[in-house]
């Protein structure tokens, strides 16, 4: 637990009057990439958003790099993290290029475009995207912000929704990589064979942490049935 | 880079032509006087609606970057009502004091864009675009309502109060009254720039803002307090006058797109040469019986404020 870069206890979160989570605990280790699995509405974003510091009246234990991020500065913030939100906004009509110029690091978002499969929309308004380009394209300044990933934690709230099969896999191997570079990696997914591919899955019922563990000892029939409603994974 | 370059010189250009046909256009006739006296008596007027409109211009920009919204305006949402209302408020509680102590004047105005602000971050900050401009008309019925009801009950300060709700000071301004909300205007337009960044990352959402290091909260407060400042300064300058703040910003984002490093100061530029061409235009076109620069910017930025309505959110 003590070598865990992301470390939460008795982690909980009340939102107008209803527990949205409850008394969680996790820890994620540099190079681990975590999946948090449940239905709709079982708090996945909420324990994201609470891991990012986001939700500063979350009650209970949070480390991350060594600072409580929600009394952590926004600077210190953004040098030991990089975030995903699940439903990325832009209240203006950038480009692809004007984003990047946004991002912490221009060239590194240039990189992470190729690598994404955006290269030639740079140019493009986020408008003229399709929904998946376009959740790539922000996924591309949050790969950004990550810079060497070294030491950071990374947290992505449901990365492939909207992905195609081509570009699902391109994320999965850019979040390994992080991992293998240093990254603390935590994932929400709907995705069961991505996963799988996790080195550990954490799953989350009506705000509670049912089952921690590899994805064999957590993603058995038992909980998938309880948790799905018995649909097959 | 090279296109951005083009279109601020050319404003650039625009701009200072505008203030030469405004300094030689007027109801007085086409010309400077024999003597440069009709010059002299137009340079602080023209100076001032730069500088209103400047602050204009870039407070809606801010506005509607710090709510993230394409329909704010601190004209519309009620802001320089607010400050309209201060002013109102001061003049009722003691016009003697204040016309002897001027500096009190922009000081109410501030506090009552404040006030109004702050009743507007909370009533709908982070609500839908409607929302927030259903809040910003109820507040800008209410401090419309409440300068006409001091207007009403003290006499003495109706005829500068009305002049003022029409937005109608532009042609009272003298360099000894103008000089200091033309002072305040520039310094609120210089350190709403300063938030161009900030801007910038709170487009892509709160939390984004915050992972990439913004403090969200601040950057905010900042945005209120700036935008209040402006429109205290503006209000002082020119009286009420909406859409300028909607119209700027959304012409710097179609010329020189959405981010706020060069749409900010194209805003400050387009705003400053809209507010002096509708001054202009005002007095010049029916010199009988001149518009102010509101009734102006109203006749020409309400089909504007239609036509950005009915186009799909951004």
């Known amino acids: 637990m003590s070598d865990a870069l992301l470390q939460a206890l008795r982690l909980s979160v009340d939102l107008a009057g209803r527990a949205a989570l409850d008394g969680v605990a996790l820890s994620v280790a540099a190079g681990e990439v975590v999946a948090v699995v449940g239905a709709n509405g079982a708090g996945k974003t909420t324990l994201l958003r609470a891991c990012a510091g986001l939700l500063p009246t979350a009650t209970g234990e949070l480390s991350l790099a060594g600072v409580d991020p929600r009394k952590a500065a926004a600077g210190q913030l953004s040098v030991r993290l990089a975030y995903a939100p699940q439903h990325p906004q832009s209240a203006w009509d950038f480009t692809v290029e004007e984003l990047g110029e946004i991002s912490p690091d221009p060239q590194a978002f240039r990189l992470w475009l190729d690598r994404l499969g955006l290269g030639d929309k740079f140019r493009a308004r986020l408008s003229r995207l399709s929904g998946g380009e376009r959740k790539a394209a922000h996924l591309c300044v949050t790969f950004a912000a990550l810079g060497d990933a070294y030491g950071k934690a990374l947290l992505l709230d449901e990365p492939t929704t909207a992905l195609d099969l081509c570009r699902s896999e391109l994320v999965a191997r850019a979040v390994r990589a992080s991992a293998q570079a240093g990254a603390a990696v935590l994932l929400a997914t709907h995705d069961l064979a991505w996963a799988r591919a996790c080195d550990r899955v954490l799953v989350l019922q009506e705000s509670r942490l049912v089952a921690v563990g590899t994805p064999a000892q957590t993603l058995t029939d038992e909980v998938v049935r309880a948790t799905w409603g018995g649909v097959p994974a | 880079m090279d296109r ?275 001054d202009t235009l005002g007095r010049s076109l029916w010199t009988q019986a001149p518009l102010s620069a509101a009734a102006m910017t109203a006749l020409l930025g309400a089909p504007a404020f239609v036509w950005i309505a009915s186009r799909r959110h951004e």
């Open chain 2, 4 to 278: 951005r370059a083009g279109t601020f010189g050319l404003a650039a250009c625009l701009l200072a032509l505008l203030a030469l046909g405004a300094l030689a256009c007027g109801s007085a006739g086409f010309g400077w006087g024999a003597n440069g006296e009709l010059l002299m008596l137009r340079l602080p007027r023209v100076l001032a609606a730069l500088a209103a409109g400047c602050a204009l211009g870039l407070g809606g920009a801010n506005q509607q970057g710090v709510f993230r919204n394409p329909l704010a305006d601190p004209g519309l949402t009620g802001v320089f009502g607010g400050a309209l209302l201060g002013i109102a408020l001061l003049l009722a509680g003691g016009a003697d004091f204040a016309w002897n102590h001027r500096w009190t004047l922009p000081a109410a105005a501030f506090g009552g864009a404040l006030a109004t602000s702050g009743v507007l971050m909370l009533a709908a900050g982070r609500r839908s675009s409607a929302q927030l401009l259903l809040a910003g008309l109820g507040l800008n019925a209410f401090t419309a309502a409440g300068t006409l009801v001091v207007a009403a009950r003290f006499p003495e300060a109706r005829d500068v109060l009305v002049n003022g709700a029409a937005g109608d000071w532009l042609g009272s301004a003298t360099l000894e009254l103008a000089w200091a909300p033309i002072l305040g205007c520039l310094s609120a337009s210089v350190l709403l720039l300063t938030q161009a960044g900030a801007l910038d990352r709170l487009a892509l959402g709160e939390d984004t803002a915050r992972c990439l290091g913004t403090e969200v909260d601040a950057a905010r407060r900042h945005g209120v307090l700036l935008t209040a400042l402006a429109a205290a300064a503006a209000t002082c300058l020119v009286g009420q006058v909406a859409f300028i703040g909607l119209l700027a910003p959304h012409l710097a984002r179609a010329l020189v797109g959405p981010r706020h490093g060069a749409m900010l100061p194209l805003a400050g530029l387009l705003g400053g040469g809209l507010l002096l061409l509708a």
